[in-house]
């Protein structure tokens, strides 16, 4: 989506700060409070990527729950990783000066239990254990580096609501700043799901920007991206044999991404980003198609001038696009469901889960690009 964050309460606070804030919220930074003293409970998401810091606090309600305050910020932490293998000074900075305004929200909203992930960029850098340590130091956020398996079931989870209910499988892809997941899931009896298979592939758009740089973006460029990310698609698609449950139309497409919302906002003709009218909207996959290759055409100062792009998010949405066209190529569905949601969303389930409805199941075989311990039918 447009670049754009939440600013209210956004006064930073320094590791003495956070630190009397993480102290009332509960040992070890976990956000476990006094969830039996009484007093609401109070519920905090923070997933960092790559290329986005982003926040959700939330309290549970009848529908699942209600976002009482939100944060993100593009801090582009995978900066330069790809060539040197480390997180690099600046982005650290960026990135800590975000993660003070989370810490400082989850305070004043006296959150009671709070889960922070972070992703690719720190599942790859040599320095994520030093980064780690002086987040926890700095801010008071303890950060759990996910593996892509977790970060599927994540995003699977947060996208849930979406789930067609007229449909039998469902295709979920998620094109981060560092790599890009697509999880395939069935609808079993009961109306839980099962995670049948699921692909991490180390391309997002923050790396492909850097790789490629946007200036030299031709359409040769753009075809041999595309082409590259087809190649594994495809290989993911022959796997899972679902050539007759496409063309009878019982698969939904699922695309949760700045790309995918930014573009939505685009093709639905918003002056500005509305997240009401692009989470859950249903677009045509040509037309998307059509669109980014529209906005690819354009210099980087014209993407800029668009309304729901702006200057943060004009030069990696070309990689997006390119890693999007990929993907509509691989999977030619009809029309593809927009979600502004995704990991965060799924962690505030899981957070105000006290039962075993609407539970998510991992598939029996490991495959070669499953972590290993995966090795029977496990309920998440």
Same mark, same amino acid.
């Given at each position: ?6 600013? +209210? ?28 003293s ?6 905090g ?18 529908k ?20 040197h ?9 960026r990135?800590?000066?975000a993660?003070?305004? /989370? ?6 909203? %006296? ?25 926890? @130091? ?16 994540l ?29 395939? =899931? ?20 923050? +790396? ?6 946007? @200036?030299?973006?031709t ?13 594994e698609?495809?290989?993911?698609r ?8 496409? @063309?009878?139309?019982?698969? %939904?497409?699922?695309?949760s ?9 685009v ?21 998307? %198609? ?5 906005? /690819? ?8 001038a668009?309304p /729901? ?11 997006? /696009? ?36 609407? %539970?998510?199941?991992?598939? =029996? ?16």
């Amino acid at each position: 989506m447009a670049a754009k964050e939440d600013m +209210r309460s956004s006064n930073d606070v320094g590791a003495q700060g956070a630190s009397a804030i993480f102290e009332k919220l509960g040992s070890n930074g976990s956000g476990r409070g006094p969830l039996g003293s009484g007093r609401r409970s109070v519920f905090g998401a923070l997933d960092l990527g790559t290329n986005n810091c982003r926040l959700l606090v939330a309290t549970p309600n009848a529908k699942g729950f209600r976002v009482i305050d939100a944060f993100s910020r593009i801090v582009r932490l995978g900066e330069g990783l790809a060539s040197h293998g480390y997180l690099a000074e600046a982005a650290i900075e960026r990135t800590i000066e975000a993660l003070k305004i /989370c810490a400082a929200k989850l305070g004043r909203r %006296q959150a009671t239990r709070t889960r922070s992930v972070a992703t690719e960029a720190c599942r790859l850098a040599e320095n994520r254990s030093e980064f780690v340590d002086r987040v926890r @130091d700095e801010t008071g956020i303890a950060l759990d580096i996910i593996s892509p398996a977790e970060e599927s079931r994540l995003a699977v989870l947060g996208c849930r609501a979406l789930f067609d209910p007229n449909a039998q499988y469902f295709l979920v892809f998620d094109i981060g700043g560092g790599s890009t997941e697509m999880t395939c =899931v069935e609808r079993l009896p009961n109306n839980h799901l099962r995670i049948l298979d699921w692909l991490s592939l180390p391309i997002g758009v923050v +790396r492909l920007s850097e790789e490629a740089g946007t @200036d030299r973006w031709t359409s040769k460029t753009f075809s041999g991206a595309a082409g590259l990310v087809r190649t594994e698609l495809e290989r993911f698609r022959s796997g899972l044999g679902l050539s007759g449950e496409l @063309d009878s139309g019982r698969v %939904q497409l699922i695309g949760s991404s700045g790309t995918v919302t930014t573009l939505a906002s685009v093709a639905l003709g918003l002056e500005r980003y509305d997240r009401t009218k692009v989470d859950g909207s249903s677009i045509k996959s040509r037309k998307m %198609q059509e669109m980014a290759r529209e906005i /690819c055409a354009l210099s980087d100062e014209e993407r800029a001038a668009m309304p /729901c792009i702006g200057p943060d998010r004009a030069d990696l949405l070309v990689p997006g /696009c390119t890693i999007l066209e990929s993907i509509l190529n691989a999977w030619p569905i009809d029309k593809i469901t927009i979600a502004d949601r995704g990991i965060r969303e799924g962690i505030l389930r899981g957070l105000m889960s006290n039962d075993s409805s609407g %539970q998510v199941i991992m598939a =029996v075989d490991a495959g070669t690009h499953k972590p290993s311990a995966v090795n029977e039918e496990t309920v998440l």
